[in-house]
């Protein structure tokens, strides 16, 4: 029995570990990432809590290194999309009616688990299915991923714990029910953390849950679901299939169940998935709730009294760790005449130390990116600026898929700000350049503000406090995450929350009790403890003296 008003302790972000040469932790990462790469694995849908196979198997490599084969895994169809849809419905009361100090231990189990025994294979996983380095690994795969799970669930006690006044005799209640439904979990392939978060969020919640992962994430996604069954997690809750996309939308948006989406991915995708959601509007049980973070065109402005080695330093690792594909990525810089020299020969001389190579080599900086779609189509943007007399490469410009899907962190310096690769968004190592004169910078930020559809992140340095203000009000609107004198990436849960405007999503804030509230529809409870009798109010009394109201009763009456 539940007598007590339990509490969970505030969290702590995890500690990111270094990997330092002879450390415990890179001793580990090797071991685990040679155990993997040893073995091919089978990697069968979760439906129900039923390992699922199918005749039809798909292959997974690592991009850096594409003709060796981690395993494969099983493509499901239309049937198992339904199927997905009658376990997360089965499931669905028992779930929410769990006392919510029971869903909160299971993923506060699961973030102990990755913290702990789970920490070097799930990194492992990401290393070999993603190609990131063992650093950002660590960040994402592990540590972001611990603190979405235990700050979640404290940001759960929060939103249970905020409750309206009540008058003298009446208690007023407020209950954050699930969602009356499903929720949908469609997750990309950049950051593990966002894979796992994306369903564990609204199924904290007390929602059931239909999860599709990108299919270059499946290898780490495999190890997510692994950790929520030890973590306890009952089967049905939610459930993760491997199928195409296409089919899948048309089984989970005509279905009356659906109840929400929780989305990260390209825009295209979001605003196609938005206009069948509208189509089918008339369908649906309730009005469903549509979250999603797609893309960004991220900057970063400098002001003539930046610090040009702090500008260098903030571009060359905004834009080109795990290879400018993350949604935050710098991706196009507005730098002033002044400092550009000094910015350049930092940014160049860093670049020359960087290496390039496998995740799996200690030493290397930048690793493949995720497939050969995205690397033909970043190896097209360069192609094209190198052909153009207008646009310089300042730095890099090479590529090569023969082993794995390498690409150069290219720099290019532009004429003009409008340029192709200024505008649009392209997910890779890629970082565009417009040098203007000193004197223009309150220009410049309305040129900043224009030039992209993306609100997602942006950057200002300056020393100088009014340019900064100047800055953070013509910016307001240009970025959700804005960051001063700082790269405009490496949001942190619990101390950035993260999302955007605009073409960049609807700005629900992972990483804080915002994104929660998207998954609850409040019910209001009002008890009175002592109902009135009578449905007279005191203002239809009878004024003696004007004689107007409500004469006493039918005695009264009778008299006359």
Known sequence: MQNAIFSIPFPKNEPVLEYRAGSPEREALKKAIKELRSQELDIPMTIGGQKVRTDEKMRLSPPHDHKHTLGHFHYGDKGHVKQAIRAALAAKESWEELPWTNRATIFLKAADLIAGEYRAKINAATVLGQS???????????????????????????????????????????????????????????????????????????????????????????????????????????????????????????????????????????????????????????????????????????????????????????????????????????????????????????????????????????????????????????????KDKNVKVIAGGNHDKSKGYFIEPTVLKVEDPKYVTMCEEIFGPVLTIYVYPENDFEDILTLTDQTSPYALTGSIFAHDRTAVELATKKLKNAAGNFYINDKPTGAVVGQQPFGGARASGTNDKAGSYLNLLRWVSPRTIKETFNAPTSYEYPFLELDPKTKEGKKKGKKEKNKK
Not at 206 to 217: D, E, L, M, S
Not at 250 to 271: C, E, L, R, W, Y
Not at 276 to 283: A, L, S, V
Request: a negative charge; aromatic letters at 14%; hydrophobic letters at 40%.
């Open 132 to 386: 990131k380095n063992a650093y950002q690994a660590e960040i994402d795969a592990a540590c972001e991923f611990i603190d979405f799970l235990r700050f979640n669930a404290y940001f759960m006690q929060e939103i249970y714990e905020k409750q309206p006044v009540s008058d003298n005799g009446i208690w007023n209640k407020l209950e954050y029910r699930p969602l009356e439904g499903f929720v949908f979990a469609l997750t990309p392939f950049n950051f593990t953390a966002i894979a796992g978060n994306l369903p564990a969020s609204a199924a904290l919640m007390g929602n059931v849950i239909v999860w599709k992962p990108a299919f270059t994430q499946i290898y780490s996604a495999h190890v997510i679901m692994e950790v929520f069954e030890k973590a306890g997690m009952p089967d049905g809750v939610i459930n993760l299939i491997f199928t195409d996309g296409p089919e899948t939308g048309d089984v989970i948006f005509n279905h009356k169940d659906f109840a929400g989406i929780h989305f990260t991915g390209s825009t295209g995708v979001f605003q196609t998935i938005w206009k069948e959601i509208g189509k089918n509007i008339q369908k649906y049980v309730s009005y469903p709730r549509i979250v999603g973070e797609t893309g960004g065109k991220d900057f970063v402005v400098a002001h003539h009294t930046a610090n040009a080695k702090q500008v260098a330093t903030a571009l060359v690792r905004g834009a080109f760790e795990f290879q400018g594909q993350k949604c935050s990525a710098a991706s196009r810089a507005y730098l002033p005449q002044n400092i550009w020299k000094e910015v350049k020969e930092t940014m160049t001389e860093m670049l020359a130390e960087i290496k390039m190579g496998s995740p799996e080599v200690y030493g290397n900086f930048i690793n493949a990116v995720i497939d050969e779609k995205s690397y033909d189509k970043i190896a097209n943007y360069i192609d094209n600026a190198k």
